[in-house]
């Protein structure tokens, strides 16, 4: 039985062929229809364009938006070129797989892909925390790996990634220490972290599409009057509070469910474009593409108490908040929820412990945000009945709103 369909076969790739070779002869068909019927096997992907590190938004504004990393950035290698594109060009050499996808031939204008990733840094902040007689220093980063069309300059997709690194220290830093700092973080792996390590870890997970048809952006992010005052009370900047919140709200859903996002640049994506500068020198205005999905979160309060005990205190500390999801083009909320955290601390008596309220209230606020974007790949009803104001009634616009999650992959 075998070999009569082998030859069965063998005779209808004999008549097929020489079918194929009578068009040809004929100029019935061409020879890239001929290739097309018989792709080439173990074809490789084209390579995407690499380049390298940018920063977002207006580069007149970097001392203000990123004092450290574009100082960092002015720092050349023997050759005069941009140390920061040296040191991650390295370490794309100690990954073959990464590297086997990556080109830096950005010379190919009008010939082959366009499709170019880049490093771009969206957020840097340095701050200190005083607890229990301690000084804390948090230093954070936010970046995307970033895919656009070199040739169109449109955005094709955003990736959020954070870098979080934290240390104690006796006093606050002299500027010249937290630049130090900044080298060390962008130019070594002394510390254990590195930006352009994590940047790669999560190009290496990513399939980069050439078109995206879904996109979704987080619009807004607001305060009501009880959390103005509250902020008002720490001495916290609306502004820069606000800031810090949509950033961690898109790299929460973003990671949270493994899509690309439409980066949140308030005062500078005008007119739909957002300015884009690299460590080259380059400079231009990146087009973005109209969200279809957007999100704005809301925060109602915050609110705390404490409950004292025999040989303890219990301090408890709760964020209300406010999520929505709406669809652009139906002018409609698929999902309009309140939403709250709560934090339990308990500190026993005997300690005489000290802590600080505000840096728990961010926490709190910061874990609200991550367990909420959680639920749009899959919806935790213990979460929902413990965290949502309508409780398990919930269920259901959380469910919708996580099934336009598929559209945007």
Known sequence: MQRKIRSLFARY??????????????????????????????????????????????????????????????????????????????????????????????????????????????????????????????????????????KTKQLIAAYPIRLRYSEKVSDRLTDAKVLELFKTIYLTNDLGINPFDLWLDRFADLRIRDLYNKHLQVKHVDFEPEASSRLADERVSQKAFANLLANELETSIASNNNVPIVPWSPGEAVGRVMPMRFADGTAFNLNLPVADYEVDFTVRAFRGTSVEEPSSWQKIYRVL????????AAANYILNENIYNTQIITLAKRYNPKIEDWPQFRKTTFELIDETSKQFSGINSKWLKESASRGADAESAFRNASKIFEQLK
């Open 13 to 150: 790739l004999y008549r097929f062929t020489r079918t194929i070779q009578s068009l040809f002869a004929a100029g019935l068909v061409t020879a890239a229809l001929v290739i097309s019927l018989f792709p080439a096997t173990g074809q490789a992907e084209e390579k995407l364009l690499f380049a390298g590190f940018a920063f977002s938004g207006n580069y007149e504004n970097r001392n203000e938006l990123y004092p450290y990393s574009a100082r960092v950035e002015l720092i050349k290698d023997d050759n005069g070129q941009p140390l920061l594109n040296k040191v991650f060009n390295q370490k794309i050499k100690l990954r073959p797989k990464e590297d086997a996808r990556l080109s830096t031939d950005l010379g190919r204008i009008g010939i082959g892909s366009q499709v170019t990733v880049a490093f771009a840094l969206t957020y840097e902040n340095i701050e200190y925390i005083e607890l229990n007689d301690q000084i804390v220093m948090h230093l954070r980063l936010n970046f995307n790996v970033l895919a656009f069309d070199r």
């Open 321 to 328: 908040g406010t999520i929505k999801m709406k669809d652009v």
